[in-house]
């Protein structure tokens, strides 16, 4: 919600992915309209609607919302991944009765948790292919024209398994050690929150069907978490070599403004946690890449002054 309309979250007021929208809001869709632009999206916002505004039926409200207003969806991913299921299906993929299954290590005897098992999906038909098949469609589609798209990775993200080549890409041992007290009790000690989290974190929400906490896994478990999240990094960044590369060929990098970042951080094992929980810079502290070819002297600057997502809507603008 701060990245769609350049606002701290006590003034949107949107907490939770399941508190609406106020609808007065100016959001980025919006704005590019304005502009004479189509902003088309690839993935989701999680947004729930102004209730105000629409029927109490809409069922984006058993959804946890879907796309914000405004956008055209061109390669959705919500709500519950139906689009990416039918695709799948489509190309002849045969889904299991729990399609959620895909996304499980490949082998019956896996057991659910870090490993360096492949995900059962092959690359070729992960999410992160998907929406870049998407993304190329529809540039081609546009075929040179101006377009604003809003190219929305899922992964890195839970569940954390990867497909071959990216799962065995990069060796545990070689991951930095968690930055953590030594004990899940003396990290519990600095705040009532943070034991909160320490006490209900499943390692469940980051491996399918996997048990117990993930305050109670070990460094080496930790370890091999942190290896395939780096493989899933450089699955998403061989998908987007292939947008930038048609976007080289065509020769519309000249004059394409990119700006890569993300919603949020990820503990990976810090502070005995996984995932966005937090008030620790491993939350907070996300990547920005910006490429603007109408400044080329700044190609290769690194910003050291702290950058906020809530400058990102107006700089675009």
């Known amino acids: 919600a701060s990245l769609h309309t350049g606002l701290y979250l006590m003034n949107h007021r949107q907490v ?70 039918g ?13 959620e299954e895909i996304w499980l290590p490949e082998g019956e005897d896996a057991v659910p948790g870090a490993t360096t098992r492949p995900a059962r999906i092959p690359k070729e ?12 469609e529809y540039l081609k589609g546009r075929d040179g024209k101006p377009f604003f798209l809003h190219l929305g990775y899922y992964r890195p993200h839970p569940p954390f398994v990867v497909s071959a080549p990216y799962h065995d890409m990069y060796r545990a041992q070689n991951m ?20 909160h989290y320490l006490d209900h974190t499943r390692q469940a929400s980051f491996f399918t069907g996997a048990e117990g ?15 395939t999240y780096c493989g899933m990094i450089a699955e998403v960044d061989d998908n987007i070599g292939r947008v930038l590369d048609y976007l080289e060929a065509t020769d519309q990098m000249k004059d394409t403004l990119i700006v890569f970042t993300s919603d949020h951080g990820e503990q990976l094992g810090d502070h005995y946690l996984a995932g966005k929980l937090g008030y620790h810079d491993e939350s ?20 050291e ?8 809507m107006p700089t675009m603008i």
Not at 87 to 99: D, E, S, T, V
């Open 16 to 85: 939770q992915n399941w508190i609406p929208l106020d609808a007065r809001h100016t959001t980025l869709p919006r704005a590019v309209r304005a502009c004479g632009l189509d902003p088309a999206l690839i993935g989701y916002t999680t947004t729930v609607p102004d209730p105000r505004t629409t029927s109490p039926n809409d069922p984006r409200f058993q959804n946890l919302g879907d796309m914000m207003e405004g956008w055209r969806p061109v390669g959705a991913f919500g709500p519950g991944q139906e689009y990416y299921f």
């Open 87 to 99: 695709w799948l299906a489509q190309k002849g993929y045969k889904l299991p009765k729990n399609r």
């Open 125 to 136: 038909l992960s999410d992160s292919f998907f929406f870049t098949e998407k993304a190329l």
């Open 176 to 195: 930095p050690r968690p930055v953590r007290a030594a004990t899940p009790q003396a990290e519990a000690a600095q705040h009532p929150l943070l034991g």
């Open 213 to 227: 906490m993930i305050a109670g896994m070990d460094e080496a478990t930790v370890a091999q978490m942190r290896a």
């Open 284 to 303: 907070f502290r996300i990547p920005l890449v910006i490429v603007d070819p109408d400044a080329p002297e700044q190609a290769g600057r690194i910003e």
């Open 305 to 312: 002054a702290p950058t906020e997502s809530i400058d990102l």
